[in-house]
């Protein structure tokens, strides 16, 4: 029970952080905000977010390893497999994003040039895109915990 406790407290930490950390992007992340300042500070959050995102899935896997229900019980699971699919797709999606904050840093540091208007709100729209799809995953945890949906 303790393992279970701990595990639960490590995939919540890392939950949060995703949140914390996608929020910080999509805050900074404004046309009439970006400075060079604001495009280093972009970099190192990102360097946060996906570590955190990594971590959520890691401590997610070891809930489902070494939880109280079986890695078999959860992979025949629709949710628990509609949570994975969730949380990969937005990590595929964080990849144009932190593609661009690299790509601007480089120009940055080369040029002395920040990103264009047109740029800069895509990539913003991007992060919106990713973090209102994060909200499905804790909905389909909540289901999953509660046996609705369960095989």
Request: net charge positive.
């Amino acid at each position: 029970m303790n393992l279970e406790a701990i595990l639960a407290y490590l995939h919540i930490a890392a939950i949060l952080s995703v949140v914390v950390f996608i929020s910080s992007q999509a805050a900074l992340c404004r046309v009439e905000w970006l400075n060079p300042a604001v495009v280093r500070r972009l970099v190192v959050l990102d360097k946060i977010y996906l570590t955190a995102g990594a971590l959520v899935l890691a401590s997610g896997l070891a809930r489902t390893i070494w939880g109280i229900k079986s890695a078999t019980w959860y992979a025949g699971q629709p949710l628990w497999w509609a949570k994975l699919g969730l949380m990969l797709l937005i990590l595929l999606l964080s990849v144009k994003p932190s593609l661009a904050f690299r790509r601007w840093l480089g120009q940055l540091n080369h040029q002395g040039a920040l990103p264009l208007e047109g740029e800069i709100k895509a990539v913003r729209a991007q992060i919106m895109r990713t973090a209102h799809l994060l909200l499905l995953i804790p909905a389909a945890g909540v289901m999953l915990a509660r046996g609705l949906g369960i095989s």
